[in-house]
């Protein structure tokens, strides 16, 4: 079992800056891959950025030059930093795991709850 909580998420001015973290925790050692995907009222929810173990990282059109994902120490963290936030980012911000040994082991990915993540912008 893997848990996903995230943070950091808040109200800030258009052009303003947030950083979100998801930090998992449970029965892993390291992940080889983390995500943030977003949902805002009304709409499906979106792939927002991922990154491999590697540190290859892919974008959602909307957001490349604006925002950057990261790991944290031994790749049991990942940090979304948002910059240059327009209204159109507001959404639910969720972490995600598709780490492949856990979906191998458990058959599926982990997903956080989200609402700690909310931006508003």
């Known amino acids: 079992q893997v848990d996903l909580e995230e943070s950091g998420g808040g109200m800030v001015q258009a052009g303003g800056s947030l950083t979100l973290t998801c930090v998992a925790s449970?029965?892993?050692?390291?992940?080889?891959?983390m995500a943030w995907h977003r949902q805002a009222s009304g709409k499906q929810r979106e792939l927002v950025a991922s990154?491999?173990?590697?540190?290859?990282?892919n974008y959602a059109e909307s957001v490349k030059g604006r925002f950057s994902i990261s790991w944290g120490d031994g790749r049991k963290s990942v940090y979304l930093q948002m910059n240059s936030l327009k209204t159109e980012d507001t959404a639910v911000y969720y972490c995600?795991?598709?780490?492949?040994?856990?979906?191998?082991?458990?058959?599926?990915?982990?997903w956080g709850q989200g609402p700690q993540g909310t931006v508003a912008s």
């Open positions: 995600n795991t598709d780490d492949p040994y856990l979906m191998a082991a458990t058959g599926r990915g982990f």
């Open positions: 449970g029965s892993i050692f390291t992940l080889d891959h």
């Open positions: 990154i491999t173990s590697f540190g290859e990282a």
